[in-house]
Structures are given as structure tokens and as C-alpha cells.
């Protein structure tokens, strides 16, 4: 006799479901890359957030009509599947979106480990990572609810940390300094249409995170109802405050000056100084092991969820009986992402996550249109038929914006995974032929 395995716990409200989706958006990717998008196309900042904005909508309108129609744990890995019926394009797809997020948790302790931390504390930059991914995987063991609660409060610190840019730039303003019309400058020398679209792939990476709520659709209540909601209500939500920050930091700061500073945003309290540095400072630690550890749940819930769908080996489907959290999936991405810490800083990571992730979001937006045909019983999120097709037409546009180096370390990274796929396969069909036959 068998013991079934426990399974996961829907205790997932709207509320938290959109704090969750909100803190994993404003990462920290705001924070570090507003001057690398000022060096990019100038003063107006705030123009490729709102750009990346659309078309970050454009893939989460395919996300909640498939999340809605299909509320099984493995996201895009899922769609796949029931889209082409083909198990290795939906390994490859659920293998992209395990990457990419075993990768952005990987620079994210990296950032994490940087200079905001070096403002308290100087230490080894590659043991604080490694440790900090540590106590991310414990509290990611813990419990989703355990997760989530502490995410709230993160969220919250971080979102004031944003809004606390816009306050100190009225501040600026008011008193007679600063320079609100920068926001409409571009940078001398390029083309307007071009130089936002190059930024606007920066920015993009800012609205990731989104689609990593996918894999939580087995731990939400009433999914079909609340996740449309959630989904697009905290999209929303960082758009404003994106735009916001955009135009409050170049009024504050000059575009050159916001380029050449590795944390843009503090120039900005240097500037108003009405805050202190280390408060600011630490505020940023907080968005960035908020982003960290959401990115962490995602990734031990797809590894969950393709391992129970037979896509990885079923050890990875085990669950602890008493918090019913995916043990053995956290301890594994947690080591894959310890192992990525010790392979390229920041930018490297962050630039093969944003290629891997349009990857996935071009399979998810073709799945909604190839699964138009196959009818379900339970209501769900329809989105416009035209809506995929402009996904697919923006995930193309924006890959023609990477760079060889980029395509060269995601095909790596994704030939690691073909290899894990034909080995599980085989593994597979070795047992299947070692069964004696019955008689």
C-alpha cells in the first residue's frame, strides 16, 4: 500500500496574491537600472518604463487566461504541454522560466551583497551571497503563508522607498532647485524612437516577476476569480510608481550624473538631503531580498511543478508533510543558484534572464491561441484574440535588441537543459524496461 503525497496548500488570498506580484515586480531592478536607462536615452526615463509597461500587459493578459483555464502549479511549462504535446518543448519552456529564475535570484544576492550592504557592513561579496541565499531558502521551506506574510511587509518597505523618491523630489522642487523639464530631454546625439526601444528592454527587465505568480495557481483561492485582478491591478500599480521615480530622479539628478552612479536613486537623497544615506540604504536591501525570495518560491514551485507533471525526476515532487513546502525542490534551486553566483556579476545575469524569460513569454502567448479549441467547463479570463498576437510581435522585437554575448549564455544555459531532459527520459525508459512483464 501506498502513501499518497501530500499535496499543496491553497491558502493564498487576492490580497496577498497581489502583494506577491507587486513585490516581485518592484525588485530591484528599479533601483539599480534608472541610470543605466538615463545613459541610454536621456532625461525622459520615464517613456521606456511606460513603454515596457505595455508590453509587459500585453503577455500578462496571456498569463490569466491560461492561469484561469488551467490553475495547475508549472506556469508556462504547463501551457506548453497542453499546447504542442510535445514533452521536450515543454521541458525546454519550463527549463527557460527555472533558469531565469534561479538566475535573477543568483545576481539578485549579488546586488544584495553589494554596495548597500558594504554601507553597514564590508565583507566577502560571494559569502554574504551564499549565506543570504541560505536564509532565503529556510524561510521559502517554512511555508508559502510564512513567505508571503513576510513579503507583505517587505513590500511595503520597498514601495516607500519608491515613494519616498517622488516626496523628496516635490521636495527639491519646491525650494527652488532641480529641473522638472529634463524629463522631456533626450541625449544628444541619438535617434528618440531608437534610443527608447534599447532602453525600454532595460526597463522591461524592471516589470519581470509577474509571471512567476503562474506557478502559484495551486495555492490560491478562487483562483479564476482573484487572479485576473491581482495580476493586473499590481502591474498597474508599479507602472504609476515607475513613471513616477523616472521623472523624479532626472529632475533631481542630471542624466550623466544618474548614469555614472552604480545606485542612482541614492544620488538622489544625497541631493534632497533630508534622509540619511543608510536609511535609504537599507530600504534598498529590503526590495532586493524581497525580489530574491519571491523569485525562489517561483522557481521551487516549477521545479515541483514539472517534476509532478514527470518532466524532472519525481524525487523533486516531494513535500513536507507538516508545512507542505517542496523540500527537496528549494534545496536543489538553491544550490543551482549558489553554484550561478560564482559565474558573472549583475548585469551578466540580469541580461540572460530578460532573453530566457521572452523565450517563455513567446510560448505562452502562442499557447493561448493554440488552445482557443480546447473547451473547459469552469468559466475563466478570456483576453482578446489580438492581444497574443501583439505579445508574440513585442518578445520579438525586444530579442532583437540582445546582444551575441547574451544569446551565447542562454544557449548554454539551455543546453544544460536539453541534457537534463534526454537523461530523464532514459532514466525513465531504463526502469519501464527493467519491470518484469506481467503474466
Partial sequence: MTTAQPTLSRSISGRL????????????????????????????????????????LLTAGSYAELVTKYPKAGGAAVFAERAFKRPALSFLVGFSMLAAGVTSAAGLSIAFAGEYFTTFVSAPTKLVAVVFLILVALLNARGIQESLRANFVMTAIELSGLLLIIILAAVVLGRGDGDLSRALEFKDGTTPALAVLGASLLAFYSYVGFETSA?????????????PRALFAALLTAGVVYVGVGVAAVAVVSPDTLAASTGPLLEVVHVADVV?????AAIALVA????????????????????????????????????????VAIVVTTLAAIVLVFTGGL??????VVLLLLIVFISTNVSVLVLRKDRVEEDHFRVATIVPVLGVASCLVLLTQQSAG???????????????HLLTRSSSRAGKNAQPATP
Fill in 17 to 56: 496574491l497581489y502583494v506577491f506580484i507587486l513585490g516581485d515586480v518592484l525588485g530591484a531592478g528599479v533601483y539599480a537600472l534608472v541610470g543605466v536607462m538615463a545613459g541610454e536615452v536621456g532625461g525622459a526615463v520615464w517613456l521606456p518604463l511606460l513603454v515596457a509597461l505595455g508590453l509587459a
Fill in 215 to 227: 506557478n502559484l495557481a495551486e495555492e490560491v483561492k478562487d483562483v479564476r476569480r482573484v487572479y
Fill in 276 to 280: 540619511p544615506d543608510k536609511v535609504f
Fill in 288 to 327: 532586493v531580498a524581497n525580489g530574491a525570495l519571491l523569485t525562489m518560491i517561483m522557481a521551487s514551485r516549477l521545479t515541483y511543478g514539472m517534476a509532478a507533471q514527470g518532466l524532472l525526476p519525481p524525487v523533486l515532487a516531494r513535500v513536507l508533510p507538516g508545512r507542505r513546502t517542496p523540500w
Fill in 347 to 352: 548585469q551578466v545575469l540580469a541580461e540572460t
Fill in 406 to 420: 547574451t544569446w551565447l549564455r542562454a544557449g548554454i544555459l539551455l543546453a544544460v537543459g536539453a541534457v537534463l
